[in-house]
Structures are given as C-alpha cells and as structure tokens.
T-cell receptor
C-alpha cells in the first residue's frame, strides 16, 4: 500500500518558469513532510521540510505547501533553473519512537529546459 | 567533514549468493538507516540502527539483515540472493534516532544475475 504517492513520474518546464511537484498521502498520522532531491549517481539530499502545524515553508526559490484536509503537499520552485533537473522525492514521517521511519514516494523526474 | 560513505559502489552477484554492504556515517552521527531503491518503487525502508540496536524494520524478508558497530558503522547482509534483489541500496545517517533529516550516501548498486 503506497502511503505517499507522487502521481507524476516526470515533469518538464522551461527555465525561469515555475515548477510545481505534487505529493499525496493517505496516512493521517503523518506529521512531518520532506522533499529530497537526487542527481544521478548521487544519494538524495535534503531540500526542504514542513511540519503539520504549518501550511507553508519557504527557503529561497523553494516553497512547500501543505493542505492537511486534502492530504496533499506541493513543492514550488521559482524560478526554475537547469541545475534543478533531478528526481524529487516526497517523504513523510509519523512521530518518533521505535516505529519511526521515513516513507518515500516513487519520485518525480524534473527536467528544466534552457 | 566527510559525508556518508558506502562501499562498494557496484556489485555483481549471482542468484543464491550472499552479499554484505558497508556504510560509514557522518562523524558524530549515531543513527543509520538503510533503504532499497528499485525502478518505479521509490525508496523503501529496510531498517534503522542506533547505538548498535535495531530500532525498526521495514517489510522485507528475513534474508535482509544488518548490524551496527560501536563506531556507528553499519553493514547490511542479503542472503540467498534473488533476481528481484537487484537495486540501489542507500544508507542514511543522522545524529539521533528518529531524526527527520537524514544524510544519504551515494549508494551501492547491486546486480543479481
């Protein structure tokens, strides 16, 4: 059962435009959400996160929005740059304790065209 | 400071063999988690170790096992390899158990023939 879903396997945008990557989740216990970026032949790197008590978090060109009622989050990249071309993974966690783990989506390949 | 180091980077094995992968976390990090990435499946959690103890385990068969040493380095072992075990195996470290932000290594690419 896929608890974190990224329904778009790929996305292509023009340099300078906005990139919007979407993520849906089914587990209402998730209370912390993260986005990771992965380049080929490298491990994923942390990009931005948001706690369930917030609905928006911004860091430079990257903004994550959380809609808890819809169980949906999105990552906005403005303006998009060719160096942003990578696979983006959405991840979620539910509290701490011995059952803690990060649950990842399958990823979205973003291509930013010059 | 040095990042997470995984060795080897590439491995080719045949069905039925076993394999051991190694992960050295960032200095000072005591938690190590392992993930399997296969095409179209994203990253799937294998297990997390903290202070030499397995804290949590994902939904994988018992052929997948791991351990952590007193210096926080970790190994994972897969016995009786199957073709479906071909994947990128990623290790991630964090300072404490349950930290949301984890730092990943580049992974070990395992091919089972």
């Amino acid at each position: 059962d896929q608890q974190v879903k990224q329904n778009s396997p790929s996305l292509s945008v023009q340099e300078g435009r906005i990139s919007i990557l979407n993520c849906d989740y089914t587990n209402s216990m998730f209370d912390y959400f993260l986005w990771y970026k992965k380049y080929p032949a490298e491990g994923p790197t942390f990009l931005i996160s948001i706690s369930s008590i917030k609905d928006k978090n911004e860091d430079g060109r990257f903004t994550v929005f959380l809609n808890k009622s819809a169980k949906h989050l999105s990552l906005h990249i403005v303006p998009s740059q060719p160096g942003d071309s990578a696979v983006y993974f959405c991840a979620a966690s539910a509290g701490g304790g011995s059952n803690y783990k990060l649950t990842f989506g399958k990823g979205t390949l973003l291509t930013v065209n010059p | 400071k040095a990042g997470v180091t995984q060795t080897p980077r590439y491995l080719i094995k045949t069905r039925g063999q076993q394999v051991t992968l190694s992960c050295s976390p960032i200095s000072g990090h005591r938690s190590v988690s392992w993930y399997q990435q296969t095409p179209g499946q994203g990253l799937q959690f294998l297990f997390e170790y903290f202070s030499e103890t397995q804290r949590n385990k994902g939904n994988f068969p018992g052929r997948f096992s791991g351990r952590q040493f007193s210096n926080s380095r970790s190994e994972m072992n897969v016995s009786t390899l199957e073709l479906g075990d071909s994947a990128l195996y990623l290790c991630a470290s964090s300072f404490r158990a349950g930290d949301n932000i984890q730092y990943f290594g580049a992974g070990t690419r395992l091919s089972v023939l």
